[in-house]
């Protein structure tokens, strides 16, 4: 089955600067690439996601980057803010598991004023 | 936006007793919703698949006597804890996807934090 891999688990960072998250996945076949944050106690949010024909999608923010030949994806966040705190997973999807979801492991991203 | 609904929001219940956890797609028919169980600082596993008007699919390693899932209409899905048992505790997250509209999009519940005594 798909495996998908997150790093880094933990990232601190200065209020202002970048975060990128990276994740790589196993299944070739893969097509749908959603990031989620989520926030204590709270259900994931979907904040972005980019499918396999598409190499980079930008929304204000946040990027997300993928490359299918080394298959790998990262989410990138520019002028980061304390209200950027939170768990990011991301998720592959499509392929040989139509619809279902695989999460990576998480990171704990943590803005500091 | 695509609204999906948990309740409730949190349980606590007394070890053997069974707790039903509702997740109801508020502003769209959703013809598959997705159970998943998420522990302290762990990521989401996915527990089952759940279609409307037929039997959900479990993954491997998930009691289906023990969590019962029923998805009874476009709208609602829910999954029953059995006999609960303090190894139970953890939150549970519903997912659903638009019926006739395959994106791959899931729109994700608030959660349902269950604890068990």
Redo the contacts between chains.
């Keep these: 089955g798909e495996n998908v891999e997150q790093h880094p688990s933990t990232l601190s960072v200065q209020e202002g600067d970048s975060a990128v998250i990276k994740c790589t996945y196993s299944d070739s076949a893969s097509n749908y690439f959603p990031w989620y944050k989520q926030e204590l106690g709270k259900g994931p949010q979907l904040i972005i996601d980019i499918r396999s024909n598409v190499g980079e999608k930008k929304d204000q923010r946040i990027a997300v980057t993928l490359n299918k030949t080394a298959k790998h994806f990262s989410l990138h966040i520019t002028e980061t803010q304390p209200e950027d705190s939170a768990v990011y997973f991301c998720a592959v999807t499509g392929g040989t598991g139509f619809q279902k979801l695989v999460f990576g492991t998480g990171t704990r991203l943590l803005v500091s004023p | 936006g695509a609204v999906?609904s948990?309740h409730p929001s949190w349980v606590i219940c007394k070890s053997g007793t069974s707790v039903k956890i509702e997740c109801r797609s508020l502003d769209f028919q959703a013809t598959?919703m997705?159970w998943y169980r998420q522990f302290p600082k762990?990521?989401?596993?996915?527990m089952a698949?759940s279609n409307e008007g037929s039997k959900a699919t479990y993954e491997q390693g998930v009691e289906k006597d023990k969590f019962l899932i029923n998805h009874a209409s476009l709208t609602l899905s829910t999954l029953t804890v059995t006999s609960a048992h303090p190894e139970d505790s953890s939150f549970y997250?519903c997912?659903a996807?638009r019926s006739g509209r395959?994106?791959?999009?899931?729109?994700?519940?608030?959660?349902s934090?269950l604890t068990v005594l």
Excluded: W
């Design positions: 999906v948990q598959t997705f762990q990521s989401l596993m996915l698949t997250i997912s996807s395959y994106t791959g999009e899931l729109f994700f519940g608030e959660g934090r």
